[in-house]
């Protein structure tokens, strides 16, 4: 026995199913339309899943998540599509014109935001850069937090936290130091032009050899690279894992093995130059003619 | 030497190189490591009971940088199809271990080994290696177990060509470390041309009474992906 109230009830949703909401458009389409949607909901939900379990262990963690969101978009869009010619009594035309309508009235009043997400997705696909990655990007070096819709965060060697939006991003030169698993450093050193260079380019090679992070393969590279005006030039070229060397900036590389390399080369004798200049004056005893005399009065200039 | 094994605490060991104690000491109970002028000092619980002590995969020290053992010797030329059995040796990190049978998690690891990396391939396709050199031995070497590890390694030429082979390099999941009186490893190294091998562990036993180590990567519940050996696509002299 259904009490009378709810048979009340239901009569009256049964009436009400066939009222009009507007137009044509009865209350029983716009549930279709929103049950559809509700449908595409969870099939953009359990693709999602599946994508997750799919590509999980292929694609890094915020590329995936980059996607299944353009894919969840996708089919929302295809359901909408679908939906609204079924169930609302709009043709298909009307909603391809209004589309575009909407789509040259978006294009021209946020052209920057659709730079920066077409940006993203070419980012995404080229894989330049991704979290995680130490880069630098026109100027701005640091560690990839993450490639959003529209923006590229980074987090600099001094701990701040830059935004840099997504068209910059792939409209700039971007070196990304973790795209290889080695890196190079190269080092320069001066010494005397008395000290013997073969022994010095030993002592370094040698020096080299001992540090843990300098690679074995490929081999430091140490050689005279100039004769300037104070110093014989000496260089090193060496290999670190990039893992390793993303970890410390320019400085602290720097700071970390150069005092090592002139310590190695003075404990030998080998002496690093001052800036000097050392001047040789000619054996002939020079002239110097002193002005104010009266020209023609002494042919030989005098001496002072 | 380090006594390899499970111990029960408190413990307390002192040689040249180390000096180890575990147990109470003012008020808590410590643990505490010393080699040369590096001391190392940790606060335990007081009811620890237990403390094991096994040789781990090489490669965590002083930082992990990639997960791969290359071990450099002199060169050994293999005619077309010969098997030959070599001895080498590796580095050796010995890992401290706190619990119980089966949980057990790291409490220190240390090492006396020198430690090189190198880049085996190219900066871009390559991989970055923990380097080691060794001496090529006919029958297992004499070595200092605190310092180095026996790994008899079989080469197999499958190739059609006289092939000369002057390294080889192992994956840290694939790593099976044997302890006891000396630290042993097992593996083969299948040879298909001057660029390619494969190198695989034998989970046997090349010596006997030897007891299986406890790898670092179980112990810290490192979820990894099981390979079935390293391809070596980048030469083998």
């Known amino acids: ?50 994508m997750r379990k799919k590509f999980g262990h292929r694609m890094k963690k915020d590329q995936l ?29 009307i909603i391809l014109i ?31 850069i991704s979290a995680g990655d130490f880069v630098e990007i026109g100027g701005v070096s640091g560690t990839v937090e993450g490639i959003k819709l529209f923006s590229t965060l980074v987090r600099t060697t001094s701990g701040v936290f830059v ?58 590279d140490v050689f005279v690279s100039d004769i300037d005006s104070n110093s014989v030039v000496i260089k090193a070229r060496v290999w670190f894992p990039s893992e390793w060397a993303n970890t410390r900036d320019d400085i602290s590389l720097r700071t970390g093995i150069l005092p090592g390399m002139k310590k190695t080369l003075e404990d030998s004798g080998i002496e690093l130059p001052y800036t000097q200049q050392v001047v040789h004056f000619a054996s002939e005893p020079f002239s110097v003619r002193v002005l104010g005399e009266k020209e023609g009065e002494d042919d030989v200039p005098r001496r002072r | 030497m380090v006594v390899y094994g499970v111990h029960s605490l408190p413990y307390d060991y002192r040689d040249d190189l180390i000096t180890l104690h575990v147990g109470p000491e003012e008020e808590s109970s410590r643990y505490r490591r010393v080699i040369g002028a590096e001391t190392v000092e940790k606060i335990i619980g007081d009811e620890e009971q237990h403390l094991l002590i096994n040789p781990v995969e090489p490669i965590n020290l002083p930082v992990p940088l990639g997960r791969h053992l290359e071990i450099a010797f002199p060169p050994v030329v293999l005619r077309p199809g010969a098997e030959r059995m070599i001895y080498l040796t590796f580095p050796v990190e010995i890992g401290v271990f706190l619990g119980w049978e089966g949980n057990y998690d ?106 299986e180590s406890l790898s670092l990567y179980t112990a810290q519940k490192i979820p990894v992906v099981q390979h079935k050996g390293f391809l070596m696509e980048h030469g083998v002299a």
């Open chain 1, 1 to 50: 026995m259904i009490p009378e109230a709810l048979n009340i009830t239901i009569n009256q949703i049964l009436e009400l199913r066939e009222q009009h909401v507007l137009g044509n458009i009865t209350y029983t389409r716009v549930a279709l339309f929103v049950i559809s949607l509700v449908v595409a909901f969870f099939v953009a939900k359990i693709v999602g899943h599946y």
């Open chain 1, 98 to 128: 209004a589309l575009a309508g909407v789509l040259i009235v978006v294009a021209l009043s946020s052209q920057k935001v659709i730079s920066n997400f077409v940006s993203g997705v070419a980012l995404h696909q080229e894989r330049v």
């Open chain 1, 65 to 93: 998540k980059f996607f299944i969101r353009v894919v969840q978009a996708v089919i929302f869009i295809i359901a909408i599509g679908i939906a609204v010619p079924s169930f609302l009594d709009v043709s298909f035309t």
């Open chain 1, 163 to 220: 935004r840099v939006p997504n068209d910059q991003v792939y409209g700039t030169q971007v070196s990304n130091y973790c795209a290889n698993c080695a890196r190079r450093y190269e080092y320069t050193l001066g010494i005397r032009y008395q000290d013997d260079t073969n022994k010095a380019v030993g002592l370094l090679t040698a020096h080299l050899e001992k540090f843990p992070f300098a690679l074995k393969n490929p081999h430091p």
């Open chain 2, 106 to 211: 790291i409490l220190d690891l240390f090492s006396f080994a020198p430690v090189k990396f190198s880049l085996y391939g190219t900066p871009n396709t390559g991989t970055i290696t923990r380097w080691y050199y060794s001496r090529t031995h006919g029958s297992p070497p004499g070595v200092d177990r605190r310092r180095e590890g026996v790994l008899e390694l079989t080469l197999k030429n499958r190739s059609a060509d006289y092939i000369e082979v002057a390294r080889t390099i192992f994956e840290r999941s694939e790593m099976r470390i044997f302890y006891g009186d000396l630290v042993a490893m097992t593996a083969v190294m299948e040879i298909y041309s001057h660029v390619v091998a494969q190198t695989i562990f034998s989970p046997r036993q090349a010596f006997p009474g030897l007891a």
